[in-house]
């Protein structure tokens, strides 16, 4: 299975900064995704990250707001953009193998507060 | 529209085996995930289902009814441990997750 690892784990910021949360995976799954968690919440996509080319967003989500990368296989970052305290979210990042319904594998997820 | 329901939040004891349903309406269907998630923590994976009946991994079980858009996960022989939200996740015709909003089960001694 893969290990998905992400950074950083938390982190306090500042209403109107940025900040980049990075996803490593250990091997090559074929798609990435990006989900954003508020507390006492399910899971909400952001995205799909797209190796070498720009994200598939889900509404709601703009990419000015969430810049996605996804230079490699194995490796993606986002920034959430212009942070204001409504962005306080756990940022998990996931990853799935080739088959359509394969098994999603999380990161340990990014925990943002914003103040 | 699509749409998964799962109960808020359930209380057993722990030895007990407790129940956690989920219904769904998606458009198409390709299978349904179970994943546990400990508070702080990221979700890991507990089974998936894409024919009916009854998936059997230890003390855990997951059953799927496709003609009543019907799952249910039994988690026997409780432990303290086992006190986490368990997330429900529909698979619909474009290889889309539908999450639901996750039950949160406590074990009471």
């Known amino acids: 299975s893969a290990v998905i690892s992400q950074k950083p784990s938390r982190d306090i910021c500042q209403r109107g900064t940025s900040l980049t949360i990075q996803c490593q995976v250990d091997s090559q799954v074929t798609m990435m995704f990006w989900y954003r968690q508020q507390p006492g919440q399910s899971l909400t996509l952001i995205a799909t990250?797209?190796?070498?080319?720009?994200?598939?967003?889900e509404s709601g989500f703009v990419i000015d707001k969430f810049p996605i990368s996804r230079p490699n296989l194995t490796f993606s970052t986002l920034t959430v953009s212009n942070m204001s305290p409504e962005d306080s979210s756990i940022y998990l990042c996931?990853?799935?193998?080739?088959?359509?319904?394969?098994?999603?594998?999380f990161g340990e997820g990014s925990r943002l507060t914003v103040l | 529209g699509q749409n998964i329901d799962q109960p808020t939040e359930m209380t057993a004891t722990e030895g007990a085996i407790v129940q956690i349903n989920c219904t769904y309406q998606t458009s198409g269907f390709n299978g349904l995930f179970w994943y546990q998630q400990h508070a702080g923590e990221a979700p890991t994976f507990l089974s998936y289902n894409v024919l009916d009946g009854l998936e059997e991994k230890g003390r855990f079980s997951s059953f799927l009814s496709r003609s009543k858009g019907y799952s249910y996960l039994l988690l026997k022989e409780l432990q303290m441990k086992d006190s986490a939200s368990y997330l429900c996740a529909a698979v619909d015709s474009n290889y889309q997750l539908i999450w639901g909003a996750g039950t949160k089960l406590i074990i009471k001694p």
């Open positions: 996931s990853g799935k193998e080739a088959r359509d319904t394969g098994e999603l594998f």
């Open positions: 990250a797209n190796q070498g080319s720009e994200a598939t967003y």
